[in-house]
């Protein structure tokens, strides 16, 4: 008789326990995003004249790489685009500075996270001098020809000396391989590195383009966005490469919102290597110049994708199509509106089709609407049609649609021809956890 | 020893399932908000030429009000404001229209809680058509003198019969001292009721201003708010009651923000019934006029404040006052872009003094700042200053400030006059939880 009390209690205590589990693993940290890539970080292919090496300096991690340089041969041309915060780091400033410099040599990227050396006053320009400088020296380049990125902690100075003493390091560590040994080297609160590639049919020779990207949180990218670093063996004058950057960031990394707050240190950056065995591009509208944007604007865009898929506490990836806007423009503001609201953001958490929300982000957006043409769908489902629910549409439907992992809501304003698209992820207990239980 | 093993199990039961309690109780529906008025609602005084009566329609809540008629005599004036959504709610539409009628005869107040009657279609003004009728006819005054709100569940058709018919019912009950049980009559995800009031000393005898206001999610006013209904027996024209409210909105009501969400109901109605022995306003710019001025923006920043102590999931209320801006629309758009970043309300949350994430959201707020004149100061606590860390500042003190209720967060751009203030609440699992667990 007791010893059945005790199995009981036993199998009582183990149940509780497990629950007790459950929940504590809902705050453990070292999960990986549910939506990340299923086949993990691709395969790049190495790009003719570029090397990267990664190692760990001590600033803030222990037992992962943070630091990576990216060496690149002589002639190579860089474009970049960066974040129009009013208060961005000094690197950030430095780099815009330095696009627009002579360019002769080699060149080289150098990347740390962990700090990100925004709001250090004199400090941050001095860390960056001693950066870039120590690089310049040791890989015999113009000191204007070294651009770097910080990210991390806002604020806190950087101990830039303990980075400076590893350069020979990195030196003697270049490797034609290493880009994913880099590419997470430079992540944060991501818990999955990310990566892309193309390869195009030049004129007398392929063409080669890889990137990789972090970003996770802060993310609402103004005209630039978090760390991205693509690398291609194309060859393209500096002029023609920036037309391309800025307008293919435009279409593919402003889209994207996690938290509607702005980094203060986001970078993308650009660098053509000119080693393709492919005629030079030199205009966009030809053949291979469309072949060249189309790719580059392929691994922009699947780059922003998995920052989204990473996106804080993120469990549902959600692309927002707004058409039949009076302008494109309005139609941006529309489904930034929609994908940066919490209440819609909650309600997609909660698997709940509560498209009463959406309706209330178009009405904050600002931008032209008539309450009585907009009709919003689910996917293929018609959910609000003429200013009220679609005669056909049915809860159970909305809801069943809610339970997917990657979601698409449409909508069309149906007063013209403007469209856009925005994408997000949804918003849970787990990121107000990140945010408010660490430093970032 | 079997015994014993028993009792040592069960005592380990009880613990967990003491755990378990503890966890469940943090997702419990019922608490009220540890940032409400410590002494409750106020005591309204009555205000002559102004009765209330409230019960339950049966329409979405059951076993509390949700509706409420004010009943106001005649010769009342009414001064509203009202959100700027595109996509605003039939009601809201039908109040603009009316407040620019000519006004003769009583007036009358209704509002109905659990349905917003917001995107229903040409059903929506269908229902307050017959609503604002069956007042009028039973009140015997003019349509055009009732003004309606609705507040509730977006999308859904309201059940307008089951008001209709008790509107009778209201009129019987109407009671001079029956605004608590209106100001209850109205709410939806609020944990309290919010009042407020002020005497006045007039030219010739006493002024009184009462109101009471709803509000607790979906709050971003943009020149407007939730639901706000003040009344007052002074003695003061409808257009320079107008002017007054419109002014003080925009210092109180649209200085607050919860979750950067605006209502597509949200309206704001002030009625002066003319009955107080004082002598008619007759310029703000007298001393009756400017005492007049001054109450009433105290009670609407009572209400406004109240709105933002109710914010969903709120533990902490904060104040950001913004100084030194290029000008004052610079100072507000800075002071919103803090008070709605999600870094910085889930760092708030936390009680973690990351004052870096305070720089992100000037830097992405669009205005003016140069980033090295920006000083930042927690409460009387200098934090930042000449774009870096203040020399004096500990983080522990920082750590220290961020454990009080009421926080104030200072910034001082340095190149202007232009100041602002926001207010707002921290950002917390339990927002999270309410808005994606519950349809609201």
């Known amino acids: 008789m007791a010893g059945k009390k005790i199995k009981k209690l036993r199998r009582k205590v183990a149940k509780l326990k497990a629950k007790l ?77 330095k696009l627009g410099a002579p360019a002769s040599g080699g060149a080289a990227i150098l990347v ?9 006053g004199s400090h941050g320009q001095a860390s960056v001098n001693a950066l870039t400088g120590e690089v310049a020296r040791v890989l015999n380049i113009d000191p204007v020809r070294v651009f770097s990125s910080s990210t991390g902690v806002i604020g806190e100075p950087l101990a830039h000396d303990l980075i400076v003493s590893k ?35 030049g ?20 005209m630039a966005t978090m760390l991205v670093y693509i690398f291609t063996d194309a060859k393209i004058s500096q002029s023609l490469l920036q037309e391309l950057v800025s307008a293919t960031s435009d279409s593919t990394f402003n889209c994207i919102t996690v938290d509607s707050d702005t980094s203060t240190s986001d970078t993308v950056l650009v660098a053509a290597t000119g080693q393709s065995a492919a005629k030079e591009i030199s205009e966009l509208a030809s053949p291979a110049g469309n072949a060249f944007a189309d790719a580059l604007h392929g691994v922009m865009r699947d780059l922003a994708h998995q920052v989204v898929r990473d996106g804080e506490g993120a469990t549902k990836f959600v ?43 178009v009405g904050k957006s ?21 200013g009220w629910v679609a ?16 979601i698409e809501i449409g909508l069309d304003l149906g007063i013209g021809t403007g469209k856009s698209v925005a994408w997000t992820c949804d918003f849970t207990k787990r990121y107000i956890e990140i945010n408010a239980d660490y430093r970032s």
């Open 319 to 361: 692309e927002i199509n707004v058409t039949g806007a009076k302008s494109d423009q309005d139609a941006r503001c529309i489904a930034m509106s929609v994908a940066n609201s919490p209440l819609v953001k909650t309600a997609i958490a909660g698997e709940d089709p509560n498209w009463g929300r959406i309706v209330m982000a």
């Open 167 to 201: 350069i020979e390091e990195l030196h003697r560590t270049l490797d034609a391989e290493g880009a994913c040994k880099a590419a997470n080297a430079i992540l944060t609160t991501d818990t999955f590195p990310k990566g892309a590639c193309a390869t195009i049919a």
């Open 21 to 97: 589990s459950a929940i504590n693993g809902m705050h453990s940290d070292a999960q990986i995003s549910p939506l990340a890539p299923p086949g993990g970080f691709p395969d790049l292919p190495a790009i003719t004249g570029v090397r990267f090496a990664a190692l760990n300096s001590g600033v803030r991690y222990k037992g992962r790489d943070d630091v990576m340089l990216a060496e690149l041969n002589a002639g190579s041309v860089i474009a970049g685009v960066f974040t129009k915060s009013s208060t961005r780091a000094a690197p950030v400033l430095d780099c815009q500075e």
């Open 203 to 222: 004129d007398g020779g392929t063409m080669q383009i890889a990137g990789f990207a972090k970003g996770s949180g802060m993310i609402a990218p103004d």
């Open 391 to 406: 005669s056909s549409y049915l809860e159970e439907a909305g809801a069943q649609y809610m339970k997917r992992q990657d």
């Open 112 to 120: 740390n996270a962990g700090n990100a050396n925004a709001f250090t």
């Open 366 to 386: 600002g931008a032209v609407a008539d309450r009585d043409k907009l009709s919003i769908r689910f996917g293929d489902t018609a959910v609000a049609e003429n």
